[in-house]
C-alpha cells in the first residue's frame, strides 16, 4: 500500500520533464540560430545563454531550473509525511496545491512571464509548503510523545 500524497510528488517529477521537453524544443533550434556550436562549447553554463538566446528561449530553461530549487523541500516534506502516514486529507489538498501553483507558475514563466503573477503563484505555494511542513512537524511531535505498544504493554505490566 502506498501513501495518496506520493501522487502529486510523482506529478511534479513529471511536469519538470514535460518542462525539460519543452525547453529542449525550444532552446536547441535557438542555440543553432545564434550559431552556437553544441560541439565546440567547453566550460560555458546556462546562464551564459542568456546573452545570446531570445529571453522567450530562455524563460524555459529558467522555470526548468526553478523546478530544482523549492520543490527538492516539497519532495522532502511530502515523503516525510507518506512515512509517517500523514499523506491523506488536508496534507493530500496541500500536496496538490503546491503542484497546482507550481504547474501555474511554469505556465506563466514560459509564456508571458509577468514577474508579478509569478512572485503571487510562488507566495501561495511557499505557504502550502509551509503548511505542510507545519503538519509534518506536529505528527512528529505527536507521534514521539504518544507511547508505543510495547511502553503501553509494559506500563500494564508493571501496575
Do not use: C
Not at 509577468?114 to 509551509?130: E, I, P, Q, W, Y
Amino acid at each position: 500500500m502506498h501513501s495518496e500524497i506520493l501522487v502529486p510528488v510523482v506529478a511534479l517529477v513529471a511536469w519538470t520533464l514535460v518542462m525539460l521537453a519543452w525547453m529542449l524544443v525550444l532552446r536547441i533550434p535557438a542555440m543553432s540560430k545564434a550559431g552556437v556550436d553544441l560541439g565546440k562549447l567547453i566550460g560555458s553554463k546556462g546562464s551564459d545563454a542568456d546573452k545570446i538566446l531570445p529571453a522567450e528561449a530562455q524563460w524555459k530553461a529558467h522555470n526548468y531550473n526553478h523546478l530544482h530549487e523549492q520543490p527538492t523541500l516539497f519532495y522532502a516534506i511530502a515523503l516525510t509525511l507518506a512515512l509517517l502516514d500523514r499523506g491523506e486529507g488536508i496534507n493530500l489538498w496541500l500536496a496538490w496545491a503546491y503542484v497546482i501553483l507550481r504547474i501555474a507558475h511554469s505556465l506563466v514563466q514560459a509564456t508571458f512571464n509577468k514577474v508579478s503573477t509569478r512572485f503571487a503563484l510562488f507566495l501561495l505555494s511557499t505557504l502550502a509548503l509551509a503548511a505542510l511542513t507545519l503538519h509534518a512537524g506536529i505528527a512528529i511531535v505527536m507521534d514521539h510523545s504518544a507511547p508505543t505498544p510495547i511502553e503501553t504493554t509494559a506500563m500494564v505490566v508493571d501496575r
